[in-house]
């Protein structure tokens, strides 16, 4: 099993900063693409930036000069910096990452369950 864990969310003024962190853990596995999706209440989840294995980015409108994602590689680690967060950024932040596993040959997609940013006005 292949499992991914996100920490980091909390509570922030606008225009202040969080780092979220997402690393992935089990037996006999590969990362490949990872990504940070949110959700907010009454809204589609929606992607927020995702990162490959070879580190080429993108990011959601919405938060372009704002956040930056990023790996670690060797950690299995994808973090997302946020900065001058806004109101609107408020919502549950899921990491997502798609996995090859070893023994049997088989890719995956895992969620992890979610951490909650508000940002207060």
């Known amino acids: 099993q292949v499992q991914v864990v996100e920490s980091g969310g909390g509570l922030v003024q606008a225009g202040g900063s969080l780092r979220l962190s997402c690393a992935a853990s089990?037996?006999?596995?590969?990362?490949?693409?990872m990504g940070w999706y949110r959700q907010a209440p009454g809204k589609q989840r929606e992607l927020v930036a995702g990162?490959?294995?070879?580190?080429?980015?993108n990011y959601a409108d919405s938060v372009k000069g704002r956040f930056t994602i990023s790996r670690d590689n060797a950690k299995k680690t994808v973090y997302l910096q946020m900065n001058s967060l806004k109101p609107e950024d408020t919502a549950v932040y899921y990491c997502n990452a798609d996995v090859t596993v070893f023994g049997p040959y088989r890719n995956l997609e895992v969620w992890g369950q979610g951490t909650l940013v508000t940002v207060s006005s």
């Open positions: 089990g037996i006999s596995f590969s990362v490949n693409a």
């Open positions: 990162i490959t294995s070879g580190g080429r980015t």
